[in-house]
């Protein structure tokens, strides 16, 4: 199952973004310090060109702390890019961002006029309480449903910063296919669009994988069965979510095993790695040629009928 949504604001807000992004001295973008890539907005590198960049990894309390070392020098290896890992829990640390934007931009004088930050983030990363926390006041509304942002602002900030929010906004098309699932596990994606189960099989094939120690501890399981509706009929029995004939209630036990990962229940984890990331990179550029090599073949053929013809 591909997940995307793509609510009409959002349409409007991609449009935003590619306007203001020329107009601005730096962008300030919010990650999930647990999925750093697939929360990465791919309007960023495309067009940023040369301006200052900063990479919040976000909610890095509830994220693996060597995973999130590890995506804080692979995205500093690139020229203009500094990652800070933060949580909302420590605004005063929040705060410290009105002095690091000026250093981003060492060359420049922002006394007659305003240092212009353009802030980014997907739905539910944390975008608006980083407003919030840097304002010291409520500006953004903040909630744990995405899309809470629907409009543009600009904000006066301390240091003589102006910053520009616009509303958080996913992509039609989510690739590869797992950044979805990714993006659903974390919150990013509305409940009401999401099917709870392919969701949770997906959390549950992960952890099967990287972490079976954490399965068997939080779900008190004597051993990891050999698949993941297995764990599921398990877990089902331990919490009383059970149906007739002995069964699961697999949407019951896909909403624990989701909202334990999201309250952090399941310790601190990073469901990707720099490695997996450049891993499934490569498979993903294989599939478009090939799809390219295909539509190739159609065109091809295509032609040579209406030679013929």
Known sequence: MAINW??????????????????VDLIIEVLDARIPFSSENPLVPSLR????????LNKADLADPVATRQWQQAMEKEQGIRAIPMTQHEPQKVRELLNICPQMLPHRNFEGTPLRALILGIPNVGKST?????????IAKTGNEPAVTKAQQRIKLPNNIVLHDTPGFLWPKLEPEECGYRLAVTGAIKNTVLE???????LVEYLMEAHPDILRKRYNLDEIPMSAIEIFDDIGRRR????KGGFA???????????????????????????MIEAQKIIMEARRA??????????????KS???A
């Open 6 to 23: 793509y609510p009409g604001h959002m349409h409007k807000a991609r449009k935003e973004i590619r306007e203001l992004m020329p107009q």
């Open 49 to 56: 060109k040369d301006t200052p960049c900063i990479k919040i």
């Open 130 to 138: 980083t407003i919030n926390n840097l304002a010291n006041r409520i």
């Open 196 to 202: 709870f189960e392919d969701v949770g099989m997906f």
């Open 240 to 243: 009383g979510c059970m149906r």
């Open 249 to 275: 209630d697999t949407h019951k036990v896909a909403e624990i095993l989701i909202n334990d990962f999201r309250s952090g229940a399941l310790g601190r984890l990073t469901l990707e790695t720099p490695e």
């Open 290 to 303: 090939e799809e390219e090599e295909k539509k190739a073949e159609k065109t091809t053929k295509k032609k």
């Open 306 to 308: 209406r030679s013929k």
